[in-house]
């Protein structure tokens, strides 16, 4: 396992995350609780979570608030804490029911080293619309109302590679606090194979240092083809990234 360069980018990157979530309530609802960022952007969007911003201090009463703001919503308790800050947590975690749901590699780079610029033409997308489509048909069924959220969403600039002069790929950052967070990545099935999301990883690292960025970072599937492209971009792994979700207790049930 590579290790990141000191200090521990895992407490910036909590805050900056928390601090960013934020942008995605404004189609809906944000709020905060102690050290929970909390976010309803719409029915059944993968967005409607919690991030735990790092700095410790959450209680029995921010969990109560974070439950009813949740159920309000109509969406499940889950949250996001990255692994610096799980030990501390855990005991009150089970004690009220949370379960890991999944876990995420977290990777960073160091933006004073940048790649070559890309092979392949990677543009900035102006329209919202034309970028949400073409990365949900990369990304598949199902996902058009997020990937429009994400197109629309405060600060996010969206990215386009194209292949034999056609769009084949898609890719988003945005920056807060200095850092830049890659999200939206997705290749059309028919450009699959062909350099393409190395190619926005280059682009997107040499666009978050013109935007004033210091450190970029992203959360993969430990595994995954994302995982080893990141790797090859040099990035290195930070820690990872764990959601646990709140079990409902069942009316006239108590949480053990």
Known sequence: MVLP??????????????????????????????????????????????????????TESHLDAFETFSAEHGQPAKLHVLSHAVPPLLPLLRARGYVLDSVLHVYTHDLSTLPPA??????????PEVWADLSARGFGPG???????????????????EADGQPAGTAALSVTEGVAAFYGTSTLPE??????????????????????????????????????????????????????????????????
């Open 5 to 58: 360069p000191f200090p521990d980018p895992l407490p910036r990157l909590a805050h900056a995350e928390a601090a960013g979530h934020v942008r995605y309530g404004e189609a809906g609802a944000a709020a905060r609780f102690g050290p929970l960022v909390a976010v309803h952007a719409g029915p059944g969007l993968p967005v409607n979570t919690a991030w735990h911003d790092g700095s410790g201090g959450l």
């Open 118 to 127: 890309p092979p392949l033409t990677v543009r900035e997308e102006p329209d």
């Open 143 to 161: 996902t058009a109302a997020i990937m429009r959220l994400v197109a629309q969403a405060a600060g996010t600039r969206r990215l386009v590679a």
């Open 191 to 256: 450009f699959r194979g062909r350099g393409v999301q190395t190619a926005l990883l280059a682009a997107r690292l040499r666009l978050a240092a013109d935007l004033g960025a210091d450190l970029a970072s992203v959360f993969v599937t430990p595994g995954s083809g994302s995982e080893r492209n990141v790797r090859r971009a040099g990035f290195v792994v930070a820690g990872t990234r764990l959601t646990f979700t709140w079990e409902r207790p069942e009316a006239g049930r108590a949480v053990p």
